[in-house]
T-cell receptor
C-alpha cells in the first residue's frame, strides 16, 4: 500500500512550457486535491475532485487545469508555465465524505517545480 | 472569505519544555480541526485532529484544545524533543452543501527544539 504517490519529484521548466503532474492513490479514496505550498503561506487549494470524471476549482485555480479520468489518478496540468507558478505542489486524498463528518487528508511527497 | 490565522510563525524552545501553537478561524461552520507536521522536504502528516463536539483531545505528548465560541484552537506539545522540530500547520474544515471536505490551512509555525 503506497498511499499517495506523486511524479515527478522535481522539475525545472522554462516560461511558456507545459507539463503534467501525476498523482496516484491506492486507497480507493473518492476525494482528491491539488495544493501549492509557498513560503509563509501554508497550503492553498488549486483544484479538487469528488469522484471519477468530476473536478472543481479551489482557491487559486488560474493557470492550472486538472483531470480525473480514473478514480485512482488526479492530473494537474500547466498549459503555459509562468515564474509565479514556481512552488511545491502537493496532492492529497481522503475517504468518501460522510455527511456531517470530515476526514483526514493524506498527502503525497510533493513535486518541487521551478519555472525560469 | 474563510481564513485561518496561526501564531507564532516561529517558536524556539529548550528540550523538555512545552510548546503551544494557536490558531483562529473565521468560518463558524467549521467543525473539523486537524494539525499536520511537516519535516524539511517531507509531506505534511496528520498528528492529531479534533471535531467540534469535543473540547480537548490528547495523544501521548500532544494535545489539542478547541474553543468554538471564540473560534480558536491550540496545539500543545509537552516534554519536547529534538525530533519534534518541524513546521506545524493547523487547518479548519467547514462542511459544504456540495459535500466536499474542504480544509483552510494556517501559514505554519516553525518549531525548533534545542538540546
Amino acid at each position: 500500500n503506497a498511499g499517495v504517490t506523486q511524479t515527478p519529484k522535481f522539475r525545472v521548466l522554462k516560461t511558456g512550457q507545459s507539463m503534467t503532474l501525476l498523482c496516484a492513490q491506492d486507497m480507493n479514496h473518492e476525494y482528491m486535491y491539488w495544493y501549492r505550498q509557498d513560503p509563509g503561506m501554508g497550503l492553498r487549494l488549486i483544484h479538487y475532485s469528488v469522484g471519477e470524471g468530476t473536478t472543481a476549482k479551489g482557491e487559486v485555480p488560474d493557470g492550472y487545469n486538472v483531470s480525473r479520468l480514473k478514480k485512482q489518478n488526479f492530473l494537474l496540468g500547466l498549459e503555459s508555465a509562468a515564474p509565479s507558478q514556481t512552488s511545491v505542489y502537493f496532492c492529497a486524498s481522503t475517504f468518501t465524505w460522510d455527511r456531517g463528518s470530515n476526514q483526514p487528508q493524506h498527502f503525497g511527497d510533493g513535486t518541487r517545480l521551478s519555472i525560469l | 472569505g474563510e481564513n485561518v490565522e496561526q501564531h507564532p510563525s516561529t517558536l524556539s524552545v529548550q528540550e523538555g519544555d512545552s510548546a503551544v501553537i494557536k490558531c483562529t478561524y473565521s468560518d463558524s461552520a467549521s467543525n473539523y480541526f486537524p494539525w499536520y507536521k511537516q519535516e524539511l522536504g517531507k509531506r505534511p502528516q496528520l498528528i492529531i485532529d479534533i471535531r467540534s463536539n469535543v473540547g480537548e483531545k490528547k495523544d501521548q505528548r500532544i494535545a489539542v484544545t478547541l474553543n468554538k465560541t471564540a473560534k480558536h484552537f491550540s496545539l500543545h506539545i509537552t516534554e519536547t524533543q529534538p525530533e519534534d522540530s518541524a513546521v506545524y500547520f493547523c487547518a479548519a474544515g467547514p462542511l459544504f452543501s456540495g459535500g466536499y471536505n474542504k480544509l483552510i490551512f494556517g501559514a505554519g509555525t516553525r518549531l525548533a527544539v534545542h538540546p
